[in-house]
């Protein structure tokens, strides 16, 4: 092992860098933070699913007729015990990898990576260093906030309806604040309708059309203020790159090309600074980083990412679905909703050329839906029904999208093993 490589943070891109380079040659991870794991693990996904399984016990327990509380206390203290498991179990498995773990600031100056001012000499670095949060209360506080009552949340895309659903089933009076006429913009019409309407039949308040403007915790609009407990911003997060030199695109994240390369010798850089935010693409970027600086040249793909909200019913969606010719299976058609007493939202299948191109789902495990269908893109119709999926399951949607798409059509299964 000749060689010796950095990493800079140590969030889902970071650590699986790491680990992948450790296979191969020398590594130090720089973390800043006392603890590992970056936004994901410390404030993002991983405390938000621990909350996010609290409230949805109880909404499950709500469809069977019982009654299922949590305290909003009692979910923040299942979002910090599992960030400190999580956390934990990283720092042993770079243990185990060999990797050195470095907690300081570290700064890269014309390819020159320095860490608590001293110079670290490696052969190649890989810039991992997330994003930062935004001005005011954000998501990151959730788990740590006091208790309240009453909460504002500025902007109804992503981050903003799944904190919202969250917040609702935990018992909180919820307002949403959003400029477009319907929840999460630049998503399909469809779901942006299916998921409106759900949300305002579950009680949020949701203020569409709004040009809202805050002060402390107050929110101003043309309708009037109100204040609020909790005003919190659900978007506006930026590139963590303080003393980070590197070629940047317009909105300030790290330009780089397929192969994670910033365009400096020797280095590269993966996960939420180079403007994708889901930790599994995160994870990806960071492998294919890894590889490069090792020198198996390898491409990052992004087509067929799922990506999820959770939520109940959770959403999920891949690929194109604006056009082509698409299916939409109800949820209250399947057998497996019909025995869970499950009957709101649709998974939409859309097929281009008889192959399979996008899917959209508003369902109970969505994200697995999606991401089965993400696994089958490109495929014939006439193919999917040949697979086997198991039955009764909200899997079948996609099976069940593409019988109907070959009705539609008027064609049979013509497909051979």
């Known amino acids: 092992m000749g060689m010796r490589f950095a990493v800079i943070g140590s969030g889902p891109a970071g650590l699986y860098a790491a680990l992948t380079l450790a296979q191969r040659a020398k590594v130090t991870l720089v973390e800043q933070s006392e603890k590992l794991g970056g936004t994901c693990v410390l404030y993002g996904c991983i405390p938000g699913k621990a909350m996010l399984k609290a409230a949805s016990l109880s909404a499950q327990a709500e469809r069977l007729g019982k009654r299922l509380e949590f305290a909003f206390n009692e979910a923040?203290?299942?979002?910090?015990?599992?960030?400190?498991?999580?956390?934990?179990?990283?720092?042993?498995?770079?243990?185990?990898?060999?990797?050195?773990?470095?907690?300081?600031?570290?700064?890269?100056?014309?390819?020159?990576?320095?860490?608590?001012?001293?110079?670290?000499?490696?052969?190649?670095?890989?810039?991992?260093t997330g994003t930062k949060r935004p001005e005011g209360t954000a998501s990151d506080d959730l788990p740590s906030l006091n208790d309240f009552h009453k909460i504002a949340i500025i902007g109804g895309g992503v981050g903003g309806v799944e904190y919202a659903w969250l917040l609702r089933k935990l018992g909180k009076e919820v307002h949403v604040y959003e400029a477009e006429d319907l929840l999460l913009p630049k998503h399909d019409p469809d779901l942006r309708r299916a998921v409106t309407?759900?949300?305002?039949?579950?009680?949020?308040?949701?203020?569409?059309?709004?040009?809202?403007?805050?002060?402390?915790?107050?929110?101003?609009?043309?309708?009037?203020a109100q204040e609020f407990d909790v005003v919190l911003f659900s978007f506006g997060r930026k590139p963590n790159l303080e003393g980070i030199e590197v070629p940047t695109d317009e909105r300030?994240?790290?330009?780089?090309?397929?192969?994670?390369?910033?365009?400096?010798?020797?280095?590269?850089?993966?996960?939420?600074?180079?403007?994708?935010?889901?930790?599994?693409?995160?994870?990806?970027?960071?492998?294919?980083?890894?590889?490069?600086?090792?020198?198996?040249?390898?491409?990052?793909d992004g087509t067929s990412v799922p990506k999820v909200i959770y939520v109940h019913p959770q959403i999920a969606y891949f690929g194109d679905v604006s056009n082509g010719d698409c299916v939409r299976v109800q949820v209250a058609s399947l057998p497996r909703a019909v025995a869970e007493r499950e009957s709101d939202g649709f998974v939409k299948v859309c097929f281009k050329e008889g192959r399979l191109a996008g899917t959209v789902a508003f369902s109970p495990e969505a994200?697995?839906?999606?991401?089965?269908?993400?696994?089958m893109r490109g495929k014939r119709a006439e193919e999917i029904l040949l697979e086997q999926i198991p039955h009764p399951s909200y899997l079948e949607a996609i099976w069940e999208a593409a019988r109907q798409y070959l009705a539609k059509k008027g064609r049979v299964n013509s497909a051979r093993p």
């Open 252 to 300: 300030g994240f790290v330009r780089v090309d397929r192969y994670m390369f910033t365009g400096i010798s020797n280095v590269y850089a993966a996960g939420d600074v180079t403007g994708s935010f889901t930790a599994h693409e995160a994870m990806r970027k960071g492998i294919v980083a890894a590889l490069n600086l090792l020198g198996q040249r390898t491409a990052y």
């Open 197 to 224: 309407s759900h949300f305002q039949k579950l009680g949020v308040r949701l203020h569409l059309k709004a040009r809202a403007r805050v002060e402390g915790n107050k929110v101003i609009t043309e309708e009037g």
């Open 367 to 375: 994200e697995g839906v999606v991401t089965l269908a993400s696994l």
């Open 76 to 128: 923040q203290a299942l979002a910090r015990r599992a960030s400190e498991l999580v956390s934990k179990g990283e720092e042993y498995s770079l243990s185990d990898a060999g990797v050195e773990v470095v907690h300081g600031r570290a700064t890269l100056t014309g390819g020159t990576l320095r860490v608590n001012d001293e110079t670290l000499r490696v052969d190649g670095v890989i810039v991992a």
